[in-house]
Nanobody, 127 residues
Framework: QVQFVESGGGLVQPGGSLRLSCVVSGFSLRNYAMGWFRQAPGKEREGISC????????SYANSVKARFTISRDNAKNTIYLQMNNLMPEDAGIYYC????????????????????WGQGTQVTVSS
């Protein structure tokens, strides 16, 4: 069955960095556009970055642009999110998932396409 296993979160000081990983199983990663989602305390889950399956083109929410970088390694069934210059407002639980390739390509938006979620990985940014 489809599974997502996120890892790499933790406690970091403002200005610090983390690298999140998401190992997928139950489908062939190379065939799907993928994204990272964040749920901050008291807020809805939002798509913050996604990457196409075809040419690796990526999209970012304005709040993380120029600080976060998404990447993928299809051979390892893994996507990554390098997060630099972290700020307190980046705190939350981070999830990965499949996204709509049409909306990514035409609107640069990261929209989840199914109901599968992993357990997420917690990111805390605090001094």
């Amino acid at each position: 069955q489809v599974q997502f296993v996120e890892s790499g979160g933790g406690l970091v000081q403002p200005g610090g960095s983390l690298r999140l990983s998401c190992v997928v199983s139950g489908f062939s990663l190379r065939n799907y556009a993928m994204g990272w989602f964040r749920q901050a305390p008291g807020k809805e889950r939002e798509g913050i970055s996604c990457i196409s399956s075809s040419d690796g083109s990526a999209s970012y929410a304005n709040s993380v642009k120029a600080r976060f970088t998404i990447s993928r390694d299809n051979a390892k069934n893994t996507i990554y999110l390098q997060m630099n210059n972290l700020m307190p407002e980046d705190a939350g639980i981070y999830y990965c998932g499949k996204v709509d390739p049409y909306r990514l390509r035409n609107y640069g938006s990261c929209n989840k396409v199914d109901g599968y979620w992993g357990q997420g990985t917690q990111v805390t940014v605090s001094s």
